[in-house]
C-alpha cells in the first residue's frame, strides 16, 4: 500500500472530547456525479478486471450505466434559429455596410447580448447550410453572394474593433425613448432604454434605471452616472470610402478630412441625444418628487420631534427646579430641627455636668470633707471645695460624667476620696494638672 | 521452459487517424512507443489520397498533387465519416474534391481510372483505403503483419461515426481492438514516461491544434485513471488559419510588386498555400524564413522572406482564439486556470512558440506546459495521439474480443466521482496568518472516482497529548499572497527586443499574486487519538467505497490500537 508521508501536524483537540467513544460522526458525504472513466491505461484495466471479476454485463446495463453518465460533449444547441428572410438571402455582398450582419448569422434576438460563442455556433450553422460548394454539389445554382455576406457578418463580429464600430450604429439594438407625454409605468418605459444605451459604456457595471423601490442614493448614483457618461460608441462604420489609389492624394485626404470631420459630429450629436435621454427620464422621475416629499416630511417630522423635544426638556427643567425648591425646603427644616437638637443637647449636658459637678462636691460634703470627727473647720472644708472646684475644672463633661458616676452611691467617705483622688491622678496622668495645685486632697 | 510455450506475441499498432495527418505508432519490448515513418520517410502522413492516371497515391505524395489535381485529391475527410451531407462542412475540402451526398452520407467523385466513368467513393470507402495504406507501411516498418489497431478520434465523435471507423478498417483487414480519445492518448503517452506506480493525482488540460480544428479538454487524472471534465471544440480553427494568414501577406506583396493577386487563380492559391505551410514550420524553428516559388501567378517567380515576429503579429488573433478556448474550457468544467496542474500541447501547430508561450502565460509558473517551445523534455505534439494509442494497443494486445467489449462496457466505465475533495485538517503554520497555507490535507481530490483508498502519515502534534483527526470536504478558494508594494519596476527592462507590445500590456495589469489554498467545507467525521506522544507519527487512511461508505483508520505508527470508523454513504 502506497502511503504518502507528509511534513504536516494534526489538530489537538479544541474542547473537552464529548462524545462516547474515540469515533464521532457528524454528516455524510456528498452524493456523486457519475461520469464515465476513459477505458484506457493500466489503471483503468486493472479497475476494469475488479469491477467485472465473475460480472457479464447484458445490453441492459450498458443502457442503464450509459444514461447515468453526465455527458461532457455538448448536444447541439438549437437555440440559434430564425427564419431565414428571402430578402436577406438575396443580398448583394457588395453591400455590406447596409447589412444587418446580426439577422445574416440568425442572432437577431440578441445583437451586442450575442456572446462570441453564440457567434460561432451561429456562424457554423450557417456556414453547413449555406456553402456555395454543397449548393453545386447538390446541383444547384452556383451563387456564393449569401456566404459572402455570412463571412463578412463573421469577419465584423468576430473582430472585437469591427464589432464595436458596428454595434455602435446597430440602430435594430437602439431603444427609442418614451416622450415626456408618454403615460404609464416609468420603470416599464425607461429600463429598456438606458439597458440599451448602456451598452456603450466604459464603466461597467451599468447602474440600471430601477424601480420604485429604488433607494435615494441609488437613484443619485444613476443620474451621476449617466450625466457624466463615458462611452464608447465610435463613428468610423459610417465613414465615406477612402479611395485607395495612390494617384489622387488629394482626394483621398480631402476624404479622410470629411470623415473626421463627420465622425466628430456625430460623436457630439450623440452626447446630445443622450442628455437629453437622461433630462426626460429626469423630467418624468416621480421617484424624485417622491424623495423631496419624503425629505419634507421628515423635516416635518423631525421640526415636530424637535418641539416635542424642547417641550419636554422645559417640563424637565420646571420639575427640576420644584423639586429643587422642596429639597431645599426640607433641608433647611432638617437644619433647624437638627439645630434647635443641638442646642437641646447642650443645654443637656451643661445640665448633665452641673449635676454632675453637684454629685462631686455634694460626695465631698457628704464625707463631711473626709474630716475624721465632728464637724469639719471650714479651712478643711474650703481647701477640699477648691480642690473639688480644681478638679472639676480639669475634668471635661464626659469624665465628669464617668467620675459622678463612680460616685454615685458610694456612702464610705474613704472610697469617695478614693475616686477623687483617681480622677486627680488622672488628670494630673494628662498633665493637665499639677500635684501641688492641689491643697489637702492628695495628703 | 522452452521458447515455443511462449504464446506467440500479437502485432498491434496505434494509429492517430486526423482530419489532416495520421501517424502509426508501436510498442517496442522496452515498452518505449515509437512513431513509424512510411515508405517516404514521413512520421506525419497527410490523410490524403489521390489519383492520377491509373494510380493512387497516398500522403505526402498526394497531398502534392492538390496543385495539379485538386478534383480528383481527397484531403480532410476525417470528420465526414457517419455524418449526413447537410451536417457537414465543405469548407476545407473546397480546394479538394468536393464532398457530395450520397445515400445517407457523403461521398467524393474521382477519376480513379483514366477511360472509366468517375468513381463514387463514399467516405468509410476512402478511409478503408487509407487505414490500409498505413497498415501496410506499419506492417512494411515492423516485417511481420499486423493483428490489431487503438485509433484516435475526438471526443465528440459520435457512437455510430465510431462504428463506421471499426467497420471501415475492418474492411481492409484490419482490427479493430478499440477507438479511444485523442486527449485522453495524448496524456497516456506523457503518463507512459512517469515510471510510477502510483501517480499523482491532477487535473490535466490538453489543448490540441491541429490542421482544421482545436479541441480542448479537463481530464482529471486521479489514482492514474482518468475523466473527461469538460470539452471544448473550435472547427474553423488550425494550422490552415495559421497558413491562411501568410498566404495573405504574401498576397498582397506579391500584388504590391506585379498588380495580380495569386488567390485568385486556383492553381496559384494552391502553391501559395503549400509553400506557406513549410514556412510556417521553418518559423518554429527559426527566427526567419525564405519562401521562392517558381511561376506563382502570371508566369512570374516570388521570393520572399518572413521573421517570426512578423509572424506572431499576423497570427496574434488566432493565437487570442486558441487562449479564448482554453479559457472556455476551464470554466465550463467549473474551475480555476490556477487548478490545472498540467497543460499538454498537442497537434502538429502546437510547434508554434508564440501559441506555447502565450498558454503558459495563462497559468502560475507552477503548472507545466508540455510542448516544445516551454519544456525541453516535451514530446512532439504531433506524435502524442499515435504513441498512446500504441501504449493502449500493447496493453490490450492479449485481451479477446469479449474481454475488450466487458473492459470498455458502461456499467464498468460509468463510475461514481466525488464531487468533493476529501481530506483531514492540519494546523497550518503561523506566517501571514496562515492564510496563504492550505487548511486541509486532500487525500482524494473531487473527481475521483470510487471505490478509491489513500493514505497518508502526518506528526501527530508538537506537543504531545491527545490527537483529533477531522476528516472534512474541502474546497479550494483564492487568497490574495500579492506581496507589499515594491519596486515593481524594471522587470522588462528595456525593450530591446521590440517583443509583441501587447503581452507586456497584460503582465503589467495583472500584478496580482492569487494562491488558491484549500479551505473546510463540511466537517464529516472527527476520530480521536488519546495521549500520542510529542512528535510521534499519525496515520490516516480513508477508504471510500462504491457505495460512498467512508471507512478511517487512525493509529499512532508503532503504537497499539487506533481508531477505526465509518460512516455510511448517502442516500442514493
Ligand atoms: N513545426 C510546425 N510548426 C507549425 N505548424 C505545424 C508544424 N508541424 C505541423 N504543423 C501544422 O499542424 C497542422 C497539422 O496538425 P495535425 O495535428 O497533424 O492535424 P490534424 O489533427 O488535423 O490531423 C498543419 O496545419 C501543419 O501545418
Same mark, same amino acid.
Given at each position: 500500500?502506497?502511503?504518502?508521508?507528509?511534513?504536516?501536524?494534526?489538530?489537538?483537540?479544541?474542547?473537552?472530547?464529548?462524545?462516547?467513544?474515540?469515533?464521532?460522526?457528524?454528516?455524510?458525504?456528498?452524493?456523486?456525479?457519475?461520469?464515465?472513466?476513459?477505458?484506457?491505461?493500466?489503471?483503468?484495466?486493472?479497475?476494469?478486471?475488479?469491477?467485472?471479476?465473475?460480472?457479464?454485463?447484458?445490453?441492459?446495463?450498458?443502457?442503464?450505466?450509459?444514461?447515468?453518465?453526465?455527458?461532457?460533449?455538448?448536444?447541439?444547441?438549437?437555440?440559434?434559429?430564425?427564419?431565414?428572410?428571402?430578402?436577406?438571402?438575396?443580398?448583394?455582398?457588395?453591400?455590406?455596410?447596409?447589412?444587418?450582419?446580426?439577422?445574416?448569422?440568425?442572432?437577431?434576438?440578441?445583437?451586442?447580448?450575442?456572446?462570441?460563442?453564440?457567434?460561432?455556433?451561429?456562424?457554423?450553422?450557417?456556414?453547413?447550410?449555406?456553402?456555395?460548394?454543397?449548393?453545386?454539389?447538390?446541383?444547384?445554382?452556383?451563387?456564393?453572394?449569401?456566404?459572402?455576406?455570412?463571412?463578412?457578418?463573421?469577419?465584423?463580429?468576430?473582430?472585437?474593433?469591427?464589432?464595436?464600430?458596428?454595434?455602435?450604429?446597430?440602430?435594430?439594438?437602439?431603444?427609442?425613448?418614451?416622450?415626456?407625454?408618454?403615460?404609464?409605468?416609468?420603470?416599464?418605459?425607461?429600463?429598456?432604454?438606458? +439597458?440599451?444605451?448602456?451598452?456603450?459604456?466604459?464603466?461597467?457595471?451599468?447602474?440600471?434605471?430601477?424601480?420604485?423601490?429604488?433607494?435615494?442614493?441609488?437613484?443619485?448614483?444613476?443620474?451621476?452616472?449617466?450625466?457624466?457618461?463615458?462611452?464608447?460608441?465610435?463613428?468610423?462604420?459610417?465613414?465615406?470610402?477612402?479611395?485607395?489609389?495612390?494617384?489622387?492624394?488629394?482626394?483621398?485626404?480631402?476624404?479622410?478630412?470629411?470623415?473626421?470631420?463627420?465622425?466628430?459630429?456625430?460623436?457630439?450629436?450623440?452626447?446630445?441625444?443622450?442628455?437629453?435621454?437622461?433630462?426626460?427620464?429626469?423630467?418624468?422621475?416621480?421617484?424624485?418628487?417622491?424623495?423631496?416629499?419624503? @425629505?419634507?416630511?421628515?423635516?416635518?417630522?423631525?421640526?415636530?420631534?424637535?418641539?416635542?423635544?424642547?417641550?419636554?426638556?422645559? @417640563?424637565?427643567?420646571?420639575?427640576?427646579?420644584?423639586?429643587? !425648591?422642596?429639597?431645599?425646603?426640607?433641608?433647611?427644616?432638617?437644619?433647624?430641627a437638627s439645630k434647635a437638637d443641638a442646642k437641646k443637647a447642650k443645654e443637656a449636658a451643661k445640665n448633665a455636668a452641673k449635676k454632675n459637678k453637684r454629685v462631686l462636691r455634694?460626695?465631698?460634703?457628704?464625707? $463631711?470633707?473626709?474630716?475624721?470627727?465632728?464637724?469639719?473647720?471650714?479651712?478643711?472644708?474650703?481647701?477640699?471645695? !477648691?480642690?473639688?472646684?480644681?478638679?472639676i475644672t480639669k475634668l471635661d463633661n464626659e469624665e465628669l460624667d464617668v467620675v459622678a458616676k463612680?460616685?454615685a452611691?458610694?456612702?464610705?467617705?474613704?472610697?469617695?476620696?478614693?475616686?477623687?483622688?483617681?480622677?486627680?491622678?488622672?488628670?494630673?496622668?494628662?498633665?493637665?494638672?499639677?500635684?501641688?495645685?492641689?491643697?489637702?486632697?492628695?495628703? | 521452459?522452452?521458447?515455443?510455450?511462449?504464446?506467440?506475441?500479437?502485432?498491434?499498432?496505434?494509429?492517430?487517424?486526423? $482530419?489532416? $495527418?495520421?501517424?502509426?505508432?508501436?510498442?517496442?519490448?522496452?515498452?518505449?512507443?515509437?512513431?513509424?515513418?512510411?515508405?517516404?520517410?514521413?512520421?506525419?502522413?497527410?490523410?490524403?489520397?489521390?489519383?492520377?492516371?491509373?494510380?493512387?497515391?497516398?500522403?505526402?505524395?498526394?497531398?502534392?498533387?492538390?496543385?495539379?489535381?485538386?478534383?480528383?485529391?481527397?484531403?480532410?475527410?476525417?470528420?465526414?465519416?457517419?455524418?449526413?451531407?447537410?451536417?457537414?462542412?465543405?469548407?476545407?475540402?473546397?480546394?479538394?474534391?468536393?464532398?457530395?451526398?450520397?445515400?445517407?452520407?457523403?461521398?467524393?467523385?474521382?477519376?480513379?481510372?483514366?477511360?472509366?466513368?468517375? !468513381?463514387?467513393?463514399?467516405?468509410?470507402?476512402?478511409?478503408?483505403?487509407?487505414?490500409?495504406?498505413?497498415?501496410?507501411?506499419?506492417?512494411?516498418?515492423?516485417?511481420?503483419?499486423?493483428?490489431?489497431?487503438?485509433?484516435?478520434?475526438?471526443?465528440?465523435?459520435?457512437?455510430?461515426?465510431?462504428?463506421?471507423?471499426?467497420?471501415?478498417?475492418?474492411?481492409?483487414?484490419?482490427?479493430?481492438?478499440?477507438?479511444?480519445?485523442?486527449?485522453? !492518448?495524448?496524456?497516456?503517452?506523457?503518463?507512459?514516461? @512517469?515510471?510510477?506506480?502510483?501517480?499523482?493525482?491532477?487535473?490535466?488540460?490538453?489543448?490540441?491544434?491541429?490542421?482544421?480544428?482545436?479541441?480542448?479538454?479537463?481530464?482529471?487524472?486521479?489514482?492514474?485513471?482518468?475523466?473527461?471534465?469538460?470539452?471544448?471544440?473550435?472547427?474553423?480553427?488550425?494550422?490552415?488559419?495559421?497558413?491562411?494568414?501568410?498566404?495573405?501577406?504574401?498576397?498582397?506583396?506579391?500584388?504590391?510588386?506585379?498588380?495580380?493577386?495569386?488567390?485568385?487563380?486556383?492553381?496559384?492559391?494552391?502553391?501559395?498555400?503549400? @509553400?506557406?505551410?513549410?514556412?510556417?514550420?521553418?518559423?518554429?524553428?527559426?527566427?526567419?524564413?525564405?519562401?521562392?516559388? +517558381?511561376?506563382?501567378?502570371?508566369?512570374?517567380?516570388?521570393?520572399?522572406?518572413? $521573421?517570426?515576429?512578423?509572424?506572431?503579429?499576423?497570427?496574434?488573433?488566432?493565437?487570442?482564439?486558441?487562449?479564448?478556448?482554453?479559457?472556455?474550457?476551464?470554466?465550463?468544467?467549473?474551475?480555476?486556470?490556477?487548478?490545472?496542474?498540467?497543460?499538454?500541447?498537442?497537434?502538429?501547430?502546437?510547434?508554434?512558440?508564440?501559441?506555447?508561450?502565450?498558454?503558459?502565460?495563462?497559468?502560475?509558473?507552477?503548472?507545466?506546459?508540455?510542448?516544445?517551445?516551454?519544456?525541453?523534455?516535451?514530446?512532439?505534439?504531433?506524435?502524442?495521439?499515435?504513441?498512446?494509442?500504441?501504449?493502449?494497443?500493447?496493453?490490450?494486445?492479449?485481451?479477446?474480443?469479449?474481454?475488450?467489449?466487458?473492459?470498455?462496457?458502461?456499467?464498468?466505465?460509468?463510475?461514481?466521482?466525488?464531487?468533493?475533495?476529501?481530506?483531514?485538517?492540519?494546523?497550518?503554520?503561523?506566517?501571514?496568518?496562515?492564510?496563504?497555507?492550505?487548511?486541509?490535507?486532500?487525500?482524494?481530490?473531487?473527481?475521483?472516482?470510487?471505490?478509491?483508498?489513500?493514505?497518508?502519515?502526518?506528526?501527530?502534534?508538537?506537543?504531545?497529548?491527545?490527537?483529533?483527526?477531522?476528516?472534512?470536504?474541502?474546497?479550494?478558494?483564492?487568497?490574495?499572497?500579492?506581496?507589499?508594494?515594491?519596486?515593481?519596476?524594471?522587470?522588462?527592462?528595456?525593450?530591446?527586443?521590440?517583443?509583441?507590445?501587447?503581452?507586456?500590456?497584460?503582465?503589467?495589469?495583472?500584478?496580482?499574486?492569487?494562491?488558491?489554498?484549500?479551505?473546510?467545507?463540511?466537517?464529516?467525521?472527527?476520530?480521536?487519538?488519546?495521549?500520542?506522544?510529542?512528535?510521534?507519527?499519525?496515520?490516516?487512511?480513508?477508504?471510500?467505497?462504491?457505495?460512498?461508505?467512508?471507512?478511517?483508520?487512525?493509529?499512532?505508527?508503532?503504537?497499539?490500537?487506533?481508531?477505526?470508523?465509518?460512516?455510511?454513504?448517502?442516500?442514493?
Amino acid at each position: 500500500m502506497n502511503v504518502v508521508a507528509t511534513a504536516h501536524t494534526l489538530l489537538a483537540p479544541e474542547a473537552e472530547w464529548s462524545h462516547d467513544g474515540a469515533f464521532h460522526i457528524i454528516e455524510q458525504l456528498s452524493k456523486p456525479i457519475h461520469r464515465n472513466l476513459e477505458p484506457v491505461g493500466p489503471h483503468y484495466l486493472a479497475h476494469a478486471r475488479r469491477k467485472r471479476h465473475h460480472r457479464t454485463f447484458s445490453e441492459d446495463d450498458r443502457i442503464v450505466a450509459a444514461q447515468q453518465a453526465k455527458n461532457v460533449e455538448d448536444a447541439d444547441s438549437g437555440e440559434i434559429s430564425e427564419p431565414e428572410d428571402p430578402l436577406l438571402l438575396s443580398r448583394d455582398p457588395k453591400d455590406w455596410k447596409n447589412q444587418d450582419h446580426y439577422a445574416v448569422l440568425g442572432l437577431s434576438k440578441y445583437r451586442w447580448k450575442a456572446t462570441d460563442e453564440q457567434i460561432k455556433k451561429a456562424h457554423r450553422k450557417k456556414v453547413l447550410k449555406h456553402h456555395p460548394d454543397k449548393k453545386a454539389a447538390a446541383g444547384g445554382i452556383d451563387d456564393d453572394n449569401f456566404f459572402k455576406c455570412i463571412q463578412k457578418a463573421m469577419e465584423i463580429l468576430t473582430d472585437p474593433i469591427k464589432r464595436r464600430q458596428y454595434d455602435s450604429v446597430d440602430e435594430f439594438a437602439d431603444v427609442e425613448p418614451p416622450s415626456r407625454k408618454a403615460k404609464g409605468n416609468i420603470y416599464k418605459l425607461w429600463n429598456p432604454v438606458f +439597458d440599451s444605451e448602456g451598452r456603450f459604456s466604459k464603466k461597467k457595471p451599468v447602474p440600471r434605471f430601477g424601480d420604485d423601490k429604488s433607494t435615494k442614493p441609488n437613484v443619485e448614483e444613476f443620474y451621476n452616472f449617466w450625466y457624466n457618461f463615458d462611452s464608447w460608441r465610435t463613428f468610423e462604420y459610417l465613414d465615406e470610402d477612402v479611395p485607395d489609389d495612390n494617384e489622387n492624394r488629394d482626394q483621398k485626404r480631402h476624404v479622410e478630412r470629411k470623415n473626421k470631420a463627420a465622425r466628430a459630429k456625430r460623436k457630439t450629436e450623440d452626447t446630445a441625444r443622450l442628455r437629453k435621454i437622461v433630462d426626460d427620464a429626469l423630467a418624468m422621475d416621480v421617484r424624485l418628487q417622491k424623495f423631496r416629499k419624503e @425629505e419634507r416630511l421628515q423635516k416635518d417630522a423631525k421640526k415636530i420631534a424637535r418641539e416635542a423635544e424642547e417641550k419636554r426638556l422645559a @417640563e424637565e427643567a420646571k420639575k427640576k427646579a420644584e423639586e429643587d !425648591a422642596k429639597r431645599k425646603e426640607e433641608e433647611e427644616a432638617a437644619a433647624k430641627a437638627s439645630k434647635a437638637d443641638a442646642k437641646k443637647a447642650k443645654e443637656a449636658a451643661k445640665n448633665a455636668a452641673k449635676k454632675n459637678k453637684r454629685v462631686l462636691r455634694k460626695g465631698a460634703e457628704d464625707a $463631711n470633707y473626709f474630716h475624721p470627727d465632728g464637724a469639719a473647720p471650714p479651712d478643711v472644708i474650703n481647701n477640699v471645695l !477648691a480642690d473639688v472646684e480644681l478638679l472639676i475644672t480639669k475634668l471635661d463633661n464626659e469624665e465628669l460624667d464617668v467620675v459622678a458616676k463612680k460616685l454615685a452611691g458610694l456612702k464610705v467617705a474613704d472610697d469617695v476620696k478614693g475616686v477623687l483622688v483617681d480622677s486627680i491622678h488622672s488628670t494630673i496622668g494628662k498633665g493637665s494638672a499639677k500635684e501641688s495645685d492641689y491643697k489637702i486632697l492628695l495628703q | 521452459m522452452s521458447d515455443t510455450d511462449e504464446p506467440q506475441q500479437k502485432t498491434v499498432i496505434g494509429i492517430a487517424f486526423g $482530419n489532416s $495527418n495520421s501517424s502509426i505508432a508501436f510498442t517496442g519490448p522496452d515498452g518505449k512507443a515509437e512513431v513509424i515513418a512510411n515508405e517516404e520517410g514521413d512520421r506525419q502522413i497527410p490523410s490524403v489520397l489521390s489519383y492520377v492516371g491509373d494510380e493512387e497515391y497516398h500522403g505526402a505524395q498526394a497531398k502534392s498533387h492538390l496543385v495539379r489535381n485538386p478534383r480528383d485529391t481527397i484531403a480532410f475527410f476525417r470528420d465526414y465519416l457517419g455524418k449526413s451531407f447537410a451536417a457537414v462542412d465543405p469548407t476545407n475540402a473546397h480546394s479538394s474534391a468536393h464532398p457530395i451526398q450520397h445515400d445517407t452520407g457523403v461521398a467524393f467523385s474521382v477519376q480513379e481510372k483514366t477511360d472509366a466513368d468517375p !468513381a463514387t467513393l463514399s467516405v468509410s470507402e476512402v478511409t478503408t483505403r487509407h487505414i490500409k495504406r498505413l497498415s501496410d507501411s506499419a506492417a512494411d516498418f515492423l516485417g511481420k503483419s499486423i493483428d490489431g489497431c487503438v485509433i484516435t478520434v475526438p471526443t465528440d465523435f459520435s457512437e455510430s461515426q465510431r462504428k463506421l471507423l471499426a467497420e471501415a478498417s475492418k474492411g481492409c483487414g484490419l482490427t479493430v481492438l478499440q477507438i479511444i480519445h485523442e486527449p485522453v !492518448a495524448a496524456l497516456l503517452a506523457y503518463a507512459a514516461r @512517469e515510471e510510477t506506480s502510483h501517480p499523482a493525482d491532477k487535473t490535466i488540460l490538453v489543448v490540441d491544434v491541429g490542421g482544421t480544428r482545436t479541441d480542448a479538454a479537463v481530464i482529471a487524472a486521479r489514482g492514474g485513471m482518468y475523466t473527461l471534465l469538460a470539452t471544448q471544440h473550435d472547427y474553423e480553427l488550425g494550422g490552415r488559419q495559421f497558413d491562411e494568414v501568410l498566404v495573405d501577406h504574401f498576397s498582397k506583396e506579391f500584388m504590391k510588386k506585379h498588380k495580380t493577386d495569386p488567390r485568385e487563380n486556383e492553381r496559384s492559391l494552391a502553391k501559395l498555400r503549400l @509553400e506557406c505551410e513549410n514556412t510556417k514550420k521553418t518559423l518554429s524553428l527559426s527566427n526567419s524564413s525564405q519562401i521562392s516559388i +517558381d511561376s506563382l501567378a502570371g508566369g512570374l517567380d516570388f521570393h520572399s522572406s518572413v $521573421n517570426r515576429l512578423r509572424y506572431d503579429l499576423l497570427s496574434k488573433k488566432l493565437v487570442d482564439q486558441v487562449v479564448g478556448l482554453v479559457e472556455s474550457v476551464v470554466k465550463k468544467a467549473e474551475m480555476d486556470l490556477m487548478d490545472i496542474n498540467e497543460v499538454i500541447l498537442a497537434g502538429g501547430t502546437s510547434h508554434t512558440p508564440k501559441l506555447a508561450l502565450r498558454i503558459q502565460q495563462l497559468f502560475p509558473a507552477t503548472t507545466a506546459v508540455q510542448s516544445p517551445a516551454t519544456t525541453t523534455t516535451s514530446l512532439n505534439p504531433a506524435e502524442l495521439c499515435a504513441r498512446g494509442a500504441a501504449i493502449q494497443a500493447s496493453l490490450i494486445a492479449e485481451f479477446d474480443a469479449e474481454d475488450i467489449e466487458q473492459s470498455t462496457h458502461p456499467a464498468v466505465t460509468v463510475t461514481p466521482h466525488l464531487t468533493k475533495s476529501l481530506g483531514v485538517v492540519i494546523t497550518s503554520p503561523a506566517g501571514d496568518d496562515g492564510k496563504a497555507d492550505d487548511k486541509v490535507y486532500v487525500f482524494l481530490e473531487s473527481e475521483t472516482a470510487v471505490p478509491a483508498r489513500r493514505t497518508a502519515t502526518f506528526t501527530g502534534t508538537n506537543v504531545g497529548g491527545d490527537v483529533l483527526v477531522r476528516i472534512v470536504e474541502a474546497k479550494k478558494e483564492s487568497v490574495d499572497v500579492t506581496p507589499a508594494k515594491e519596486a515593481k519596476e524594471k522587470v522588462n527592462g528595456a525593450d530591446d527586443d521590440e517583443d509583441d507590445d501587447d503581452d507586456d500590456d497584460e503582465d503589467d495589469e495583472d500584478e496580482k499574486v492569487i494562491k488558491r489554498v484549500t479551505e473546510v467545507e463540511r466537517v464529516i467525521a472527527e476520530a480521536l487519538l488519546k495521549d500520542v506522544k510529542k512528535g510521534a507519527k499519525v496515520e490516516v487512511m480513508l477508504n471510500v467505497a462504491g457505495d460512498l461508505t467512508l471507512t478511517v483508520t487512525a493509529r499512532v505508527v508503532g503504537g497499539q490500537g487506533g481508531v477505526r470508523g465509518t460512516v455510511p454513504g448517502p442516500a442514493l
